[in-house]
């Protein structure tokens, strides 16, 4: 339903919603540089793709509550990987998704 052109390939389902991470700081303020095993998973992520939504009891379509290039809070595990041309997201359902940051 709701997809930017790059992702006219891969639509999500049902309430399902595709983010792409923000990469993490490999530097500090001061300048150091901080070693690869030492970075921590970012739970911040850019909204690329959201499905049509789910249906509830009654059978009518529950709308998502997330709207393509929203800023999502993303819980520490979860989710599903997923490789568009070279390029690494990851597929949630909307009620996974922890919080959204106000623009």
């Not at 052109?5 to 700081?25: H, I």
């Not at 690869?36 to 992520?45: F, G, M, T």
């Not at 909204?47 to 800023?71: C, F, H, Q």
Request: net charge neutral; hydrophobic share 40%; no cysteine.
């Amino acid at each position: 339903m709701l997809a930017t052109r790059a992702f006219k390939k891969f639509l999500p389902l049902f309430d399902r919603v595709l983010v792409e991470r923000f990469a993490p700081e490999t530097k500090t303020k001061g300048g150091i540089m901080i070693p690869e095993k030492a970075l921590s998973k970012v739970l911040d992520a850019k909204v690329v793709a959201v499905g049509p939504g789910a249906k509830n009891e009654k059978g009518d379509l529950v709308p998502p509550s997330i709207t393509v290039g929203d800023r999502v809070l993303l819980p520490e595990y979860g989710g599903t990987k997923v490789e568009i041309d070279d390029n690494e997201y990851f597929l949630f359902r909307d009620g996974d998704i922890l919080g959204k940051w106000e623009s």
